[in-house]
């Protein structure tokens, strides 16, 4: 029986690809548990001689909790809005042979060539008008709309990818056109489902643009503003900054952990199959 050569070439390539990945994030890591003048006397790869989560303590009672519960809450709202409207309309979209409602979609799907960056200032002016400005749901009812489009394209894809003949069969059934979509195409769409509420959460969490337009007081601020606070004009707190990056990026990291499969499923076009 011959013996397969080990292949040097590729172990090279994963040993590079390892520390092309590894090196930042332990950068980040440990300057985390270092002093402030620690880490400006060892450098960013010297390894933490006495631990501390000073860092920790410090971002947690400077308001940062504060910014942290305003983006819980700012996610929650808008994967909540899309979860609600975008599968009633993708399956919509689907099931409907009317020229109207093609021609609302691609109008829809318009919003995926506008950049907020192009519509921020109209939309400041909106949200003074209502009398959302500095309020948290002004951030969340642009956000969402926002996310609608990308995630109304990605489900209708997963649920055309359910055969012609389930539909039909439980048509035959006498199912009525609200239980089709609650027995047949929810279930079957639960990747689809499970990509518009990482990919709506990730917009969320890490919306800059609305939130720094949008609000101006303490109270409302989100964690990309938060970090700001870090920077003063006698420079930057490097492991206090790193450490509330760390706590900021911890809840999403969770989610995209236990939907990773679904997400790229439902990436691929997959859907329920």
């Not at 092309?20 to 933490?48: C, E, H, I, K």
């Not at 279930?187 to 800059?208: D, E, K």
């Not at 004009?233 to 499969?261: C, K, N, Q, W």
Request: neutral net charge; aromatic residues 10%; hydrophobic residues 55%.
């Amino acid at each position: 029986m011959s013996k397969s050569r080990p292949n040097h070439l590729a172990g090279f390539g994963s040993v590079v690809w390892l520390l092309v990945v590894g090196l930042p994030l332990y950068v980040m890591l440990v300057a985390t548990f270092q002093s402030r003048p620690d880490y400006a006397a060892n450098g960013p790869l010297a390894f933490p001689e006495h631990f501390t989560l000073d860092n920790y303590i410090k971002d947690l009672n400077s308001g940062f909790a504060q910014y942290f519960l305003n983006t819980v809450v700012v996610t929650v709202c808008v994967v909540g809005i899309v979860v609600l409207l975008v599968p009633p309309l993708a399956y919509t979209i689907v099931r409907s042979r009317g020229r109207a409602t093609t021609t609302v979609f691609r109008l829809f799907l318009l919003g995926l060539a506008i950049p907020s960056q192009a519509v921020i200032v109209p939309m400041f002016f909106v949200i003074s008008e209502a009398g959302l400005y500095d309020n948290l749901i002004g951030v969340i009812l642009p956000t969402a709309a926002f996310a609608m489009p990308v995630c109304a394209l990605i489900l209708t894809g997963v649920m055309r990818d359910i055969t012609p003949d389930l539909y039909e069969a439980m048509t035959m059934d006498g199912a009525s056109s609200r239980r089709v979509f609650f027995q047949l195409v929810l279930p079957l769409s639960r990747s689809g489902i499970a990509t518009i509420v990482v990919f709506s959460a990730l917009q969320a969490w890490n919306g800059f643009l609305f939130p720094l337009v949008l609000t101006q007081s303490a109270e409302t601020k989100v964690i990309t503003l938060g970090l700001y606070e870090f920077q003063t004009e006698h420079g930057v707190d490097t492991p206090g900054l790193l450490a509330a990056v760390v706590l900021s990026m911890l809840p999403i990291l969770i989610v995209y952990l236990f939907a990773r499969r679904a997400l790229v499923q439902g990436l691929m076009g997959v859907g329920g199959k």
